[in-house]
């Protein structure tokens, strides 16, 4: 079979993207974030023997966001496995992001995992299990990546624990119906400090070639996620990777994906490659919107997903 060439795939999505003008706006909310600029453009895609192909600004690192809650539900079911879906559940939320009301209904279960509810009851087992969660998160995103001097960004984090209205009234709620363990305070610390990671496109995509390799890392081989769960996880990226926009972007993409609101959209073909793009300016759906369209002319191009 003819290898791709993926470095002229990659080139060609640039100059489209340049051509479309796409609307958004840079995430305000969190003001650390607002201080990006919107012209940012990168993307970084990584083989999973190891090729490596870019365009654009993928060497600057960003703020991962909600992406890291990808790698937070990987770490919690090598700790804890299927016991996980006892405290959230695995269905698209078909509502916003922070949805109250959503929580409230079902009485203090999330949805899923990539919903902020979700991720804070992950936070909240990882702080039960880790005896020094905020280290051994960092130590695992930087052995997954192959890179140690990810870090976490302080100034984010604070930014997000600042303006926090929403994620504590959410954990509060969870508190009340049991499905908080520990101290709101703690897990919440936690959490802000997990979505401040930053990393460039092509880290990016060489962390979650995990995903693409069935829970192997690159280079070494080493299994640190068992392929029964990497391909749940997966599938979780398919159908609730994207908040509500996640039936849009199953539909445009075809991949198993996430993305953030510091402008990144990470997704991962299976057995093939993973892609990272970042573009800070969101839809109002909160994800990227030229990172979406970048990710559907590369589908376009290659003339293959997972469909």
Same mark, same amino acid.
Do not use: T
């Given at each position: 079979m003819e290898r791709m060439d993926y470095q002229e795939i990659l080139d060609r999505v640039k100059i489209q993207i340049g051509e479309a003008r796409l609307g958004g706006e840079v995430a305000s909310y969190i003001p650390e974030l607002a201080k990006v600029s919107p012209k940012k453009f990168g993307m970084h895609l990584t083989c999973v023997d190891g090729r490596d192909y870019s365009v654009g600004d993928s060497e600057e690192r960003f703020s991962i966001q909600s992406i890291s809650k990808v790698l937070l539900l990987a770490r919690a079911l090598s700790e804890v496995g299927r016991e996980l879906w006892k405290r959230v559940h695995v269905e698209p939320s078909g509502d916003p992001f922070n949805s109250l009301v959503q929580l409230e209904c079902e009485r203090g279960i999330p949805r899923n995992p990539f919903i902020n509810a979700g991720a804070l009851v992950v936070?909240? +087992?990882?702080?039960?299990? +880790?005896?020094?969660?905020?280290?051994? =998160? +960092?130590? @695992?995103v930087r052995q997954v990546a192959g890179e140690e001097t990810l870090? @976490?960004? !302080?100034?984010? &984090? !604070?930014?997000?624990?600042?303006? &926090? @209205?929403? *994620?504590? &009234?959410?954990? *509060?709620l969870m508190k009340a119906f049991g499905n908080i363990e520990n101290d709101v305070e703690a897990v919440l610390d936690f959490y802000f400090h997990a979505c401040s990671i930053t990393m460039s496109c092509r880290e990016l995509a060489r962390t979650f070639a995990l =995903? !693409? *390799?069935?829970?192997k890392l690159l280079g070494s081989g080493e299994q640190i996620l068992t392929a029964r769960r990497t391909k749940r996880t997966n599938a979780l990226m398919q159908t609730c990777g994207f908040y509500d926009e996640a039936g849009e972007f199953s539909f445009r993409v075809g991949l198993p994906g996430k993305s953030g609101v510091g402008g990144g959209v990470v997704a991962v073909h299976p057995s093939q490659f993973s892609v990272a793009v970042w573009s800070p300016r969101l839809n109002e759906k909160g994800n990227s919107a030229e990172g979406i369209l970048a990710l559907e002319l590369l589908t376009n191009f290659t003339g293959t997903s997972i469909f």
């Open positions: 936070c909240d +087992l990882l702080v039960s299990q +880790l005896d020094d969660p905020k280290s051994e =998160f +960092l130590r @695992y870090c @976490y960004d !302080a100034g984010v &984090a !604070a930014s997000e624990q600042e303006h &926090a @209205y929403h *994620n504590c &009234a959410m954990i *509060n =995903f !693409a *390799n069935q829970g």
